[in-house]
């Protein structure tokens, strides 16, 4: 979990060390408001002239790398956030298998933030989410 | 690792039993051709007018997470994936990080297949890319 404002290289760290497909963003009150994949920093490291012509990426040396953390210093989550991905609700610890299926398929997120009580509880990925719903 | 003709009830069961991100699928021959996301899966078993009104899957049972499977049941892989996940290449091992990082960016991929002399070595996600290029 990362705040809005919170340093973009500081969370792609987090999603690197941990292994995460992706992390929940809190707004400025704490409350979970968004999702970053980490396929979406993925795509902000890669230079945008590679983005549009792939067959460039061979060109670079292997120093384009390190030039990919260069490219997250400085910003904040906000400034990486994909916009479909802006005002994810969470949903509720007693919600079902398919109100919490029906909301991952509509924002198309990787995983939801869970809240009870009004406090986070977790984090439901969509492959955990599917253990439940198939029973394995 | 799944073929494009098999289950995709087995293919859901096993994201879900390793909490994989995605699988890597592949073609009748064999050769990595595709990728199919948890996420995706997630969206499949929604029944299609709670994805059109989610306020709807309150009013479902907890018993729709059974028919959850049945949406799966007698689907094959090719019936689930994505349209913008089919022909998404394998990388090489001896790709630079920038070359897999354009490649996944281009597909909006959570993960790609990793190829070697023509044998496949494994799977980088997207987390273990940023891991690779932010050095944690």
């Keep these: ?27 400025a009150a704490g409350k979970p408001y968004a999702v970053l994949p980490a396929s979406q920093v993925v795509r ?43 005002d994810v609700p969470a ?10 299926a029906a909301t991952m398929a509509r924002f198309r997120s990787p995983l939801l933030a869970v809240v009870k009580d009004g406090e986070l509880m977790g984090v439901i990925t969509a492959s955990r989410l599917l253990a439940a719903a198939l029973k394995v």
Aim: proline residues 5%.
């Design 1 to 27: 979990m990362v705040a809005i404002d919170s340093d973009a290289l500081a969370a792609a760290k987090l999603l690197a060390e941990h292994r995460l497909p992706g992390i929940v963003v809190t707004d």
């Design 44 to 86: 902000f490291i890669v230079p945008g002239y590679i983005q549009d012509d792939p067959s460039l990426a061979g060109v670079l040396s292997e120093n384009a790398a390190d030039r990919a953390a260069e490219k997250l210093r400085g910003k904040t989550v906000r400034d990486v956030l994909p916009e479909h991905l802006r």
């Design 91 to 100: 949903v509720h610890a007693d919600e079902t298998i398919i109100e919490v």
